[in-house]
Each structure stands twice: as C-alpha cells, then as structure tokens.
C-alpha cells in the first residue's frame, strides 16, 4: 500500500468522520434548543393511549411498507429505498473494513454479499436518476443537490463494488477513488439534503408521541 493510499484509507476518512460528526453536534443542539410544542387537543381516537407505544411504532414505520398507502401501493419503489440504503450502509461498511478489518476481506462470502449490495444499489440509483429526470412532478420539486447527491452516490456505488479485493483490476486507482469519494460524500453529507436521516428520529417521535397521545395512531384495524 502506497503512502497516498494509506492517507486516502486512514487519515483522511478519519477527518472526514470527525468533521461530519462535529457537524452533526451543532445540528442536534441546535435542534434541542426549541422546545417541543404542546398538546392541546384532547384524545378522541379509539386507539392506544399510552405515546410510548406510538412512539416505538412511529420509529420502525420505515420496515412496515404495508403500514402507509405511499409503500404499500408501489411496493416496487419501496424495494428500491431498501436496497439503496443498504447499500449506503455495504459500502460505508466496506470502507472501515479494508483499512481496519483486513482480516475480514479473506471472506469470500462476505465480500460477495458487498458486492452485490453495491452494485444492485448503484442499478437502482440508475433507475433513480432516470425517473428523476424522466418525470415531471420530480423535476419540479427537485434541487440542484438532488441532482448532485444522487449521481454521487450512484458513482460511489459502483467504485465500492469495484473496490472489493479480487474485483478490480485499475491497481490502486480504483481504490483511492473510493477513498476519496468516501471522504468527500462523509463531509458533504451534513450540508446536504442527504442529511434528512438526521432528522428521522426527531421527527418520528413527536408525531408519534402527538398522535399516540390522541388514540389515533397506529390505526386501529377495521376503522377508516
């Protein structure tokens, strides 16, 4: 490994860690500062009254496509997020483990499992870019950094899976491009819409937390 990769590998993705995560500390303090508003509608649903059930539920709503209309009517757009985001993960994954889990990339299973999750989330960022485009309704709410997040990450997905051992044949190249990528989309991460994940857990809770408080949420089945 030469010095430059050894840098892009090591130093400069623990800059990039550090960087984000500052980041992040600001955003969450600066979130906590506003207090949370008050509830001033009394229960009138027929559901759970207890906001720490609703809570929980409004949190793992992600993994229960059938739970909202949006997911549970276009199953095949839902099956894209899931593979997306776990290739966020595969490949985010990937690069803690080549500079500090080598002993890791001797698996074959594992590595194939990252490859694959690589490139099925680099075929669906494709399919994501085409309908961004191709659509018109995305093309109005869409911003510049939708654009450029997307096609990032898209390009980050494929070196990823080029990046893994016995799959690359560009040398060091391949891998001081996902290195580098990697450090460049940790820091432009907190400065970009990407940064909604930030927000989940916060938001999620209070509309749990209102609603549960309510009896509405989640539905009781049988009532509209």
Request: aromatic share 18%.
């Amino acid at each position: 490994m030469s010095d430059a990769l050894h840098f892009a590998s090591h130093r400069l993705q623990e800059i990039a860690l550090v960087t984000m995560a500052i980041v992040y500390a600001f955003r969450i303090r600066w979130i906590l500062k506003f207090p949370a508003g008050k509830e001033r509608q009394a229960p009138t649903g027929t559901g759970s009254l207890k906001p720490r059930t609703s809570i929980i539920y409004s949190w793992f709503n992600i993994a229960q496509p059938w739970a909202m209309e949006s997911t549970r009517t276009k199953f095949f757009l839902y099956a894209q997020f899931v593979v997306f985001h776990v290739g966020v993960v595969a490949a985010i994954g990937l690069s803690f483990v080549i500079p500090y889990g080598p002993g890791l990339l001797e698996s074959p299973a594992l590595m194939n499992i990252i490859r694959i999750l690589c490139f099925a989330a680099f075929l669906v960022g494709i399919l994501r870019i085409i309908r961004r485009v191709g659509s018109k309704p995305m093309r109005v709410i869409s911003s510049p950094d939708d654009y450029f997040s997307l096609l990032l990450l898209t390009v980050w997905f494929f070196f990823a899976g080029l990046a893994t051992p016995n799959n690359y044949t560009g040398g060091e190249f391949i891998l001081m491009t996902y290195f580098w990528m990697t450090a460049f989309f940790l820091i432009y991460v907190p400065f970009s819409k990407i940064s909604h994940y930030l927000y989940y857990p916060f938001t999620r809770f209070y509309l749990g937390k209102t609603l549960g408080r309510r009896g509405v949420y989640p539905m009781v089945k049988g009532h509209r």
